[in-house]
């Protein structure tokens, strides 16, 4: 259903985000002021300042402008009969396009950017400036101009990417277009118009599922842009563009959806792109700086209030991305396809340092100091230089510069040190202590397995069935993960997945191009359809349960691991489409101190395929010095590789300084896999270079034959466990499997006084002490003093309610959320939680006795 004004603005409003915008147009005047305000912010922003520019901190990031735009230059005298650049070939390759667009944006940056220090001919040099605009006219009447002939190849190119690159051209060249081609600027963005073929009428769409998120913050920038180029009649642009952004600041309520739209950030810190793939760590971090540079751009200009929007902000960093970034490196978990890029997690943490840098700015009080702070925690903590030459603006350089320079700024993080967080609404849990932090992949009927496009993450097929990643402090974590770790493990071991063991294909190689092409069929497969999306792209799983809880800084995870979407509806596809049927299994994953414990219970094959657990997969550089050691359930030592009825195994690179124990609860034969690894990194990505990589990699696994029975599986992982710590895990003590099957999994932490269960089922289930009604998460702490802690969540994301009964002498409630009820019951204390849309929230409640 089309979004009305009148619901566009009562949502706003709701949300206290309608008194950004100021209640009145501005006068003819007002506008013609605002816009030349806008545009010579803009200026400032990607050119930098005398000022800023005139700091020996930005030499580096102005001489790479200037050795750019001479490369651009030459490749424009280098340029054949019909070129613009020397062998890029336009007409029938959009990226290609936008990669012209994109040359001539860098050097008109070029023209725009002083260096006082190092003085440039290409600034301020008409002739070069006028170039440019020869060129940016050429393209019209060429390849861009023809509506009949463009919009082929990725969407994204035309409705965004070549839209950026002229917008932010014009903006730089204004004066000089003006006075040389005064009507390229209303051509262009009749044109650009024109290619918003997902919106409506020349305009952003808000029921398009193009126009949502860091997409629409990136074509509402782009018509910011455009509204100021066209001075005081570009004031109604301005405004409806800053309407239709202000819906990236609303937090998402996913059972008030506006305009049916899942995109965007959620009240657990949860962000989405693609209306179902977890993408903090891509997408996410585009949207941050794209909104950031938008309040800097609106910045004294009356077109908007951006201070209102700061908090919001500030909010995302905290909740949404400071738990996902350990030690200066971006998690593999909410990366989507990226993982299969060359950038490393480091480069993606720059993006987001640059962002919190300039909202710090805009900041004031307490806010701007622990946003500094966090500046300053990231570079204290990264394993790797953040190299700030990278960073868009020359402004934000000097800006990062002063704030490690200030000595009464701390350096602190946003987070505790110990902290348990469930992104339940993208089905992600990450899990920090000092020396590791721990990150967790779920999926369900509501978020994505995996992401594929674009011949980017060619193997992904168990990426969302419960792979998780171990980072250990102090650590290179290039050398542990990366696109490294996904050339180099196979697809089928990743850490923590169960998967049938098959050989499966990628895209490319099953149909010979990067998506599944038949527009004949009904559920017409092209290359941007919904079919696309929902069966080739990002398929959901099939499962409803997948959730968790959170008591303090302890958590709880738990999943029932399913086929995809295509799978279920294979009987609707085309004979030729080839889906895949996964392995079963339940899962639950407890987050404590010292150790993450997994159980899986039903671990097997419905097609009686042999089937793989693979309880860890480490990577190592081939010389590091790699050893393994443990200890037999009969007592006798165990070193190396091999299939044994481990007790326990410990993992230690010497070189790095590392080192992971495995404590087997319950398990059967572990098959040890130490073996060296070389790849190119193309298997994971055809436009990456094709470079060998070579890794020692450690597999620790559980096989199941073909046709045996479902197992059970209980084991804990480690981190940084000496042998004497993993010696003293003894039978009970002090951990103890209280129940693992596909109704019920609990476990006990003796040191902790700690009962944690996920029940999967309807019915009663009974655990320790603590009886729960139907599919729930429940985490219980018997403290000193006669404290008892609860919480309890819906996993299911769909119950009513859900009932508690902690049996033993009667507790009386010290303090509750809203929603919990406390009451005497027949045989201990009776807890009723109000779990009717909380969409995977906990619940906490304080007894006492």
Same mark, same amino acid.
């Given at each position: 259903?089309?979004?009305?004004?009148?619901?566009?603005?009562?949502?706003?409003?709701?949300?206290?985000?309608?008194?950004?915008?100021?209640?009145?147009?501005?006068?003819?005047?007002?506008?013609?002021?605002?816009?030349?305000?806008?545009?010579?912010?803009?200026?400032?922003?990607?050119?930098?300042?005398?000022?800023?520019?005139a700091?020996?901190?930005?030499?580096?990031?102005?001489?790479?402008?200037?050795?750019?735009?001479?490369?651009?230059?030459?490749?424009?005298?280098?340029?054949?009969?019909?070129?613009?650049?020397?062998?890029?070939?336009?007409?029938?390759?959009?990226?290609?396009?936008?990669?012209?667009y994109?040359?001539?944006?860098?050097?008109?940056?070029?023209?725009r950017?002083?260096?006082?220090?190092?003085?440039?001919?290409?600034?301020?040099?008409?002739?070069?400036?006028?170039?440019?605009?020869?060129?940016?006219?050429w393209?019209?009447?060429?390849?861009?101009?023809?509506?009949?002939?463009?919009?082929?190849g990725?969407?994204f190119?035309?409705?965004?990417?070549?839209?950026?690159?002229?917008?932010?051209?014009?903006?730089?060249?204004?004066?000089?277009?003006?006075? /040389?081609?005064?009507?390229?600027?209303?051509?262009?963005?009749?044109?650009?118009?024109?290619?918003?073929?997902?919106?409506?009428?020349?305009?952003?769409?808000?029921?398009?599922?193009f126009?949502?998120?860091?997409?629409?913050?990136?074509?509402?920038?782009?018509?910011?842009?455009?509204?100021?180029?066209?001075?005081?009649?570009?004031?109604?642009?301005?405004?409806?563009?800053?309407?239709?952004?202000?819906?990236?600041?609303?937090?998402?309520?996913?059972?008030?959806?506006?305009?049916?739209?899942?995109?965007?950030?959620?009240?657990?810190?949860?962000?989405?792109?693609?209306?179902?793939?977890?993408?903090?760590?891509?997408?996410?971090?585009?949207?941050?700086?794209?909104?950031?540079?938008t309040l800097?751009?609106?910045?004294?200009?009356?077109?908007?209030?951006?201070?209102e929007?700061?908090?919001?902000v500030?909010?995302?960093?905290?909740?949404?991305?400071?738990?996902?970034?350990?030690?200066?490196?971006?998690?593999?978990?909410?990366?989507?396809?990226?993982v299969?890029?060359?950038?490393?997690?480091?480069?993606?943490?720059?993006?987001?340092?640059?962002?919190?840098?300039?909202?710090?700015s805009?900041?004031?009080?307490?806010?701007?100091?622990?946003?500094?702070?966090?500046?300053?925690?990231?570079?204290?903590?990264?394993?790797?230089?953040?190299?700030?030459?990278?960073?868009?603006?020359?402004?934000?350089?000097?800006?990062?510069?002063?704030?490690?320079?200030?000595?009464?700024?701390?350096?602190?993080?946003?987070?505790?040190?110990?902290?348990?967080?469930?992104?339940?609404?993208?089905?992600?849990?990450?899990?920090?202590?000092?020396?590791?932090?721990?990150?967790?992949?779920?999926?369900?009927?509501?978020?994505?397995?995996?992401?594929?496009?674009?011949?980017?993450?060619?193997?992904?097929?168990?990426?969302?069935?419960?792979? /998780?990643?171990?980072?250990?402090s102090?650590?290179?974590?290039?050398?542990?993960?990366?696109?490294? /770790?996904?050339?180099?493990?196979?697809?089928?071991?990743?850490?923590?997945?169960?998967?049938?063991?098959?050989?499966?294909?990628?895209?490319?190689?099953l149909?010979g191009?990067?998506? /599944?092409?038949?527009?004949?069929?009904?559920?017409?497969?092209t290359?941007?359809?919904?079919?696309?999306?929902?069966?080739v792209?990002?398929?959901?799983?099939t499962?409803?349960?997948?959730?968790?809880?959170?008591?303090?800084?302890?958590?709880?995870?738990?999943?029932?691991?399913?086929?995809?979407?295509?799978?279920?509806?294979?009987?609707?596809?085309?004979?030729?489409?080839?889906?895949?049927?996964?392995?079963?299994?339940a899962?639950?994953?407890?987050?404590?101190?010292?150790?993450?414990?997994?159980?899986?219970?039903?671990?097997?094959?419905?097609?009686g395929?042999?089937?793989?657990?693979?309880?860890?997969?480490?990577?190592?550089?081939?010389?590091?010095?790699?050893?393994?050691?443990?200890?037999?359930?009969?007592?006798?030592?165990?070193?190396?590789?091999?299939?044994?009825?481990?007790?326990?195994?410990?993992?230690?690179?010497?070189?790095?300084?590392?080192s992971?124990?495995?404590?087997?609860?319950?398990?059967?034969?572990?098959?040890v896999?130490?073996?060296k690894?070389?790849?190119?990194?193309?298997?994971?990505?055809?436009?990456?270079?094709?470079?060998?990589?070579?890794?020692t990699?450690?597999?620790?696994?559980?096989d199941?034959?073909?046709?045996?029975?479902?197992?059970?599986?209980?084991?804990?992982?480690?981190?940084?466990?000496?042998?004497?710590?993993?010696?003293?895990?003894?039978?009970?003590?002090?951990?103890?499997?209280?129940?693992?099957?596909?109704?019920?999994?609990?476990?006990?932490?003796?040191?902790?006084?700690?009962?944690?269960?996920?029940?999967?089922?309807?019915?009663?289930?009974?655990?320790?002490?603590?009886?729960?009604e139907?599919?729930?998460?429940?985490i219980?702490?018997?403290e000193?003093?006669?404290?008892?802690?609860?919480?309890?969540?819906?996993?299911?994301?769909?119950?009513?309610?859900?009932?508690?009964?902690?049996?033993?002498?009667?507790?009386?409630?010290?303090?509750?959320?809203?929603?919990?009820?406390?009451?005497?019951?027949h045989?201990?204390?009776?807890?009723?939680?109000?779990?009717?849309?909380?969409?995977?929230?906990?619940?906490?409640?304080?007894?006492?006795?």
């Amino acid at each position: 259903m089309e979004i009305t004004r009148r619901r566009l603005l009562s949502a706003l409003s709701a949300a206290g985000l309608l008194a950004v915008i100021p209640r009145h147009p501005a006068s003819a005047a007002e506008a013609e002021a605002g816009s030349a305000r806008l545009l010579a912010n803009t200026v400032d922003i990607f050119a930098g300042t005398a000022e800023s520019n005139a700091r020996p901190e930005t030499a580096a990031k102005l001489a790479a402008v200037d050795k750019t735009a001479r490369t651009d230059l030459k490749s424009m005298d280098d340029a054949g009969e019909g070129e613009l650049f020397a062998g890029l070939a336009l007409g029938t390759d959009d990226a290609n396009l936008n990669t012209a667009y994109k040359r001539l944006y860098e050097i008109a940056l070029a023209t725009r950017a002083p260096n006082p220090a190092a003085p440039s001919d290409l600034y301020g040099n008409t002739a070069v400036r006028r170039r440019v605009i020869d060129g940016l006219e050429w393209l019209h009447e060429r390849y861009y101009g023809d509506q009949s002939k463009g919009y082929y190849g990725n969407w994204f190119n035309w409705e965004i990417g070549i839209s950026q690159h002229v917008s932010k051209t014009l903006v730089l060249l204004a004066d000089e277009v003006r006075t /040389y081609r005064p009507a390229l600027i209303a051509t262009y963005i009749t044109s650009m118009d024109a290619y918003l073929r997902n919106g409506t009428g020349g305009d952003v769409n808000l029921d398009s599922r193009f126009h949502t998120g860091a997409n629409l913050a990136d074509i509402t920038t782009n018509r910011i842009l455009q509204g100021a180029l066209l001075g005081a009649s570009g004031d109604a642009r301005i405004r409806k563009a800053l309407t239709d952004q202000l819906t990236v600041f609303v937090t998402v309520d996913p059972y008030h959806l506006a305009h049916g739209v899942t995109d965007g950030y959620y009240a657990d810190g949860s962000f989405i792109q693609h209306a179902s793939v977890a993408y903090t760590g891509s997408y996410g971090k585009g949207l941050l700086t794209r909104v950031v540079q938008t309040l800097k751009i609106l910045d004294g200009t009356g077109f908007a209030h951006g201070e209102e929007l700061v908090p919001t902000v500030r909010g995302w960093v905290r909740d949404g991305f400071a738990p996902l970034i350990f030690e200066g490196w971006m998690m593999e978990i909410v990366k989507g396809r990226a993982v299969s890029r060359t950038d490393s997690g480091y480069t993606d943490v720059a993006v987001v340092v640059e962002a919190v840098t300039d909202l710090s700015s805009l900041a004031g009080g307490a806010d701007a100091t622990a946003l500094k702070s966090y500046v300053k925690h990231i570079r204290a903590t990264s394993r790797a230089a953040l190299n700030p030459a990278g960073f868009v603006s020359p402004v934000s350089i000097v800006r990062y510069a002063d704030i490690i320079g200030d000595a009464s700024v701390p350096a602190a993080d946003l987070n505790p040190a110990s902290r348990s967080v469930a992104f339940n609404a993208m089905d992600r849990n990450v899990h920090r202590r000092p020396g590791y932090a721990f990150a967790l992949a779920r999926s369900s009927d509501r978020i994505s397995k995996y992401e594929y496009m674009n011949c980017e993450n060619l193997m992904p097929w168990f990426q969302g069935d419960g792979a /998780y990643y171990l980072y250990l402090s102090g650590q290179d974590q290039t050398q542990a993960y990366g696109v490294d /770790y996904f050339t180099t493990v196979s697809p089928y071991g990743l850490a923590g997945v169960t998967a049938p063991v098959e050989q499966r294909r990628t895209i490319p190689d099953l149909y010979g191009k990067p998506y /599944y092409d038949n527009p004949g069929h009904p559920l017409n497969f092209t290359s941007s359809s919904e079919s696309q999306n929902k069966y080739v792209y990002f398929p959901r799983g099939t499962n409803q349960h997948s959730g968790g809880a959170v008591l303090g800084a302890y958590g709880l995870a738990g999943a029932v691991q399913s086929s995809d979407a295509a799978y279920q509806d294979r009987a609707l596809l085309p004979a030729d489409f080839v889906v895949h049927r996964n392995a079963t299994a339940a899962k639950s994953w407890f987050l404590l101190d010292d150790e993450i414990v997994v159980l899986a219970a039903g671990v097997g094959d419905g097609a009686g395929r042999p089937v793989t657990t693979t309880v860890d997969a480490r990577t190592a550089a081939p010389d590091d010095q790699v050893s393994l050691t443990g200890v037999l359930r009969d007592g006798r030592p165990w070193s190396g590789a091999g299939t044994g009825d481990l007790r326990w195994l410990r993992y230690a690179n010497a070189t790095q300084g590392s080192s992971v124990g495995y404590v087997f609860l319950d398990t059967p034969k572990v098959r040890v896999a130490l073996e060296k690894v070389t790849r190119s990194r193309r298997v994971v990505r055809t436009a990456n270079p094709d470079t060998a990589v070579t890794r020692t990699v450690l597999g620790v696994t559980v096989d199941r034959a073909a046709g045996a029975r479902p197992v059970s599986l209980a084991y804990a992982l480690v981190p940084n466990a000496a042998e004497a710590a993993l010696r003293s895990y003894r039978s009970g003590q002090p951990l103890k499997v209280v129940a693992n099957t596909v109704r019920l999994q609990a476990l006990s932490h003796a040191g902790l006084g700690l009962t944690a269960a996920n029940s999967f089922t309807a019915g009663r289930h009974e655990a320790a002490g603590v009886r729960i009604e139907g599919p729930a998460s429940v985490i219980v702490r018997r403290e000193r003093r006669g404290h008892t802690t609860v919480a309890v969540s819906d996993p299911t994301m769909d119950r009513e309610r859900v009932g508690v009964l902690l049996r033993g002498r009667s507790l009386r409630q010290v303090r509750a959320d809203e929603g919990v009820r406390v009451s005497r019951a027949h045989g201990g204390t009776r807890i009723d939680v109000d779990t009717r849309q909380a969409y995977g929230r906990s619940f906490t409640v304080t007894l006492r006795d």
